[in-house]
Each structure stands twice: as structure tokens, then as C-alpha cells.
């Protein structure tokens, strides 16, 4: 998540192709208390701190029946992460992986993911737990938990709308 250009030993970077445009577009903000990527937790956790999914206009009405589900996946665009390394050194333990092998936030395309326990939903703002990113990430999409569309959902509403 941050743009440091220290490489650990057995690290490899390349030269980033020239970006073409996917068309994405940003849903909203994501604020959480940390601002550093040494102080945000590896992974999120259902009893963390609350956090909020700030939804811009023109997309707040999309949040019409989320309340539904107890989890979602939230998908995020990390901002600051570096884009250029296809071998890294998890936690600088000499054990040398491709990128995606692993869940580092550096990667070509920077997209992270959590599936989160929804506390409440009030106007545009999604109240979450479970998150592990920075403050200020932008929002790409915010989905039910998969699990929540399997049969035993089913009974409940879920699944009703193929995905």
C-alpha cells in the first residue's frame, strides 16, 4: 500500500507496462483510523474497529436491501501500493514467491478484498467490521458474501438473482 522502493533480499521488479484504461469507477471512500500501512492490521477481523463505506451519488440508491445480509465483500482499489514487483520476500523472511502466490497488497493491479460484517446501514454510509486498509481508499464495489448464496441461504431470500 505504500510506494516504497526498498527491495528485500531476493525481491524482483519490472518495468510496468503503460497503463490502458478499464474503465473503472471509483464508488466511494473507504475511512478507517489508519493512516500508515505499518499500523493497519494484515487482515481484517469481525471484531475490529467499526468502519464506514462512504457511497457516492449517483450510486447510494445500490444499497437499497444490503441490510439483508450479515457479510459482504467490499473490493477496493489500493491507492498507494507499489505495481512493479513479480517476486517478493513476505515479512523479509528470505522466502522468495511470485506475487501471486501470495495476498500482498502489491501487485500489477491493486485490488484488494474483505468480506466484512455489516453493522448498519444509514443514508449513503455502510457501517462495517472487518476491514484492513487505509484510510481514504477508494471503493470499487460492494457485493453480498458469496456464502451467503448457497443453498442453505437460499431459505432466507438468498440467491434468488443469480450472479
Known amino acids: 500500500m505504500v510506494q516504497d522502493k526498498a527491495l528485500r533480499e531476493g525481491e524482483v521488479t519490472v ?28 487482515q481484517g477481523r469481525h471484531d475490529g474497529p467499526v468502519c464506514r463505506l462512504e457511497i457516492f451519488e449517483p450510486w447510494v440508491p445500490a444499497l437499497k436491501g444490503v441490510d ?17 514487483l513479480v517476486l517478493q520476500s513476505p515479512k523479509d523472511n528470505r522466502s522468495t514467491r511470485g506475487t501471486f ?29 472487518g476491514l ?5 481508499t477508494p471503493l470499487l464495489d460492494v457485493k453480498p458474501d458469496r456464502c451467503e448464496f448457497s443453498p442453505l441461504a437460499a431459505g432466507k431470500g438468498g440467491g434468488e438473482e443469480g450472479e
Open 68 to 84: 439483508f445480509y450479515s457479510n459482504l465483500e467490499v473490493i477496493y482499489w489500493l491507492h498507494r501500493s507499489r505495481r512493479d
Open 132 to 136: 484492513d486498509c487505509l484510510d481514504e
Open 15 to 42: 518495468e510496468t507496462p503503460k497503463a490502458s484504461d478499464a474503465g473503472l469507477i471509483f464508488i466511494g471512500r473507504i475511512r478507517t483510523p489508519w493512516t500508515s500501512r505499518e499500523d493497519t492490521p494484515r
Open 101 to 129: 502466490s501470495l495476498r500482498s497488497p502489491v501487485r500489477p493491479n491493486p485490488i484488494g478484498t474483505s468480506i466484512v460484517k455489516l453493522v448498519k446501514l444509514e443514508g449513503n454510509i455502510v457501517f462495517v467490521r
